[in-house]
Every structure is written in C-alpha cells, then in structure tokens.
C-alpha cells in the first residue's frame, strides 16, 4: 500500500484521546506498550512526566496519554483533561495500603472533574497475577462506587497486564462506549 493509500486509510478511522491515569507503579506505561506492542515489555521504566503512544484499536486510531502518577507529577494531567474521549484508571490491586489513596484520586481528579463528565471510564484492577489482589467486586466497594457515581459511565476489569489478561476485554468495553458516543 502506498502512503497515500496509508493516509488515506488512516483519514477514515474514528479518533480517540484515552488519558491513562493512575498512582504510580500501578502498570500505566505497561498498558500502553502492551496495547501498542501486544505483548508484555520487561524493560518499562517508571513515567517521568508523560508518554504519548498512538495505535490502531478496531476502527480507532488511538492517542494513549500516559501521564506520571507520582503526587509531583499529578498537576501535568489537567493540561490532557481537555478534549479527552476516554480515560482509564489503573489501580495496583495488590496494594491494598494505598487503595484508599486511589479512592481519593479516583474521586477529585475524575468522577469529580466536571471537564470530564460525561465520557466513558475504564477502572483496571491491575496485577491479579499476584498473591491477595483485590478482585473488582471488592474493590467496586472499596472505592465507593457502588454508592456513588451512579450517573457516570463506567466500568471496573480484572486485568494483569504482565500476562494480558482482561486487557482485550477492557478495551472491548471502550470501544463499544465509543461508539455509541460517536453515533
């Protein structure tokens, strides 16, 4: 295929601004070179400040912002809030010590956010490879969302990205939201 054939195709697809946020450690940068790459990615550094990933999902053509989620970095995501169509929060499901934290996070930066009300919110408990995660039933309840935010279109997966597990289906459940927003 030549590249006006490439442009072309490319011109035709649907965009998507997917904000990818999240406490650090919590396997952000990992979904997007999972998501890019297909595969898992041992050598993933830690995100200083942001990483911008674009790739093909259904008929999507994805921008993932994967912006850091140490405290000192956090003031970087409202520059992305804007014109975002997507966002998905990873929770490190393992740590239970800083789920409350999440919850707190989770709660002003997103549900709270009035720039972002009214798109569609994946949660990802991330890391249920690993011994005593907390699976979403329990963490839906931990985090409160069973209480509040009723109004708010959301979904919580099961996921461990180290072996792909729940990603597919996760991003499935986007796209879906997706399209019934461009529609």
Same mark, same amino acid.
């Given at each position: ?34 998501? %890019?790459?297909?595969?898992? /990615?041992?050598?993933? $550094?830690?995100? @200083?400040?942001?990483? *911008?990933?674009?790739? +093909?999902? #259904? ?47 989770? %709660?002003?930066?997103?549900? /709270?956010?009035?720039? $972002?009300?009214? @798109?569609?919110?994946? *949660?990802?408990?991330? +890391?249920? #490879? ?52 461009? /529609?």
């Amino acid at each position: 295929m030549s590249l006006l054939g490439i442009r072309k195709r490319l011109k035709n697809l649907d965009k998507a601004k997917i904000l990818i946020l999240g406490l650090d450690s919590a396997g952000k940068t990992t979904l997007t070179k999972y998501m %890019r790459f297909g595969i898992y /990615n041992s050598q993933t $550094l830690p995100t @200083i400040g942001q990483n *911008i990933d674009t790739f +093909k999902l #259904d008929d999507w053509l994805v921008t993932a912002i994967d912006v850091a989620g140490q405290k000192n970095f956090r003031f970087l995501w409202e520059a992305h809030y804007h014109g975002t169509s997507a966002i998905i929060f990873i929770i490190d499901a393992s740590d239970y010590e800083r789920i409350p934290e999440a919850k707190e996070i989770l %709660r002003t930066h997103v549900f /709270n956010n009035p720039i $972002l009300e009214g @798109i569609p919110i994946v *949660i990802i408990a991330n +890391k249920q #490879d690993l011994p005593g995660a907390i699976d979403a039933p329990l963490l839906i309840q931990l985090l409160g969302l069973h209480k509040q935010f009723l109004d708010r279109t959301y979904a919580i997966f099961n996921c461990s990205v180290l072996y792909g597990h729940g990603v597919v289906e996760s991003f499935t459940w986007l796209v879906n939201e997706l399209e019934k927003k461009a /529609n």
